[in-house]
């Protein structure tokens, strides 16, 4: 029996690796006005940013309900053991629905907690499918994915304060003076799975360049890495930090994502993450 790998819709995984490594995702809820949809089942990355640029009110999002998880865990468990992936408890009640729903099925399951966000926890969702090609033991699997998510690094920026003003994490004032000044946030994962702010610079261009200096200043072996970047619409920018990525750091390989509604909600457009 082959080892089953599960996450969330939050991990923002390119479909052509959803595929080749039969990966099962569980959507979160996205909620605009007054309708509700499953993320990439009832409404796709496309029709969600075209609503999210008309529309004055913030959506919201919300975790899979524990049911969503046990229907998936029976499913595999036929197959084989459980891995299931979520998005970082810190941010949402994905881990805990699935924790719940474990609780529920007579079967192998491991929940692993990301601490971490869109390609943030895709790529410790891709650790775990390439220990498996590897054909490493369910235990092994576990215990190396768990060391390489606590050393996973996740930096981003994003081009707009409106979200964050929107979602009440800064006041309308000082979303104001920041974009009057141009101000753009450094952002990165923190251990306990929730958001920091590195520094503010002002400018589109020192951000990115910034973004590209923090990987290159982690100091690790990109030769034996994957890096994953995650953006918000704005492709040509992330090819541009791709293209730069390679050349500088040979890294093993580079995977470029869009983000979809569940992070994408919270970051607006131009929003541009690394992680590896």
Known sequence: MQLQI??????????????????????LSIQIKNETFLDQVEI????????????????????PAPAYYVDVFEKLSKKGP?????LSSGLSGSYESAVLAKSMVNAKIEIIDSLNASLGTGMNVIKACDLREEGKSFEE??????????????????DTLEYIVKGGRL?????????????KPILYNLPDGTIGTLEKVRGRKKALKKLVKLVEETGKDFTKIKIGISHTKCLSEALEIKAILNESLKPQEIIISELGPTIGAHTGLGAILIAL
């Open 171 to 183: 006041s309308s004032w000082e979303g104001a003076i920041g974009q009057v000044f141009d101000i």
């Open 44 to 63: 796709n990355n496309e029709t969600f940013y075209k609503s999210l640029e008309s529309s004055k009110e913030m959506p919201k999002t919300s975790r």
């Open 6 to 27: 599960v996450t969330d819709s939050s991990a923002d995984l390119p479909k052509e690796i959803i595929n080749k490594y039969s990966i099962e995702v569980v959507p």
């Open 82 to 86: 459980i891995v299931c992936i979520t």
């Open 141 to 158: 699997i576990v215990e190396k994915v768990i060391t390489y998510r606590d050393n996973l690094n996740t930096f981003f920026t994003i």
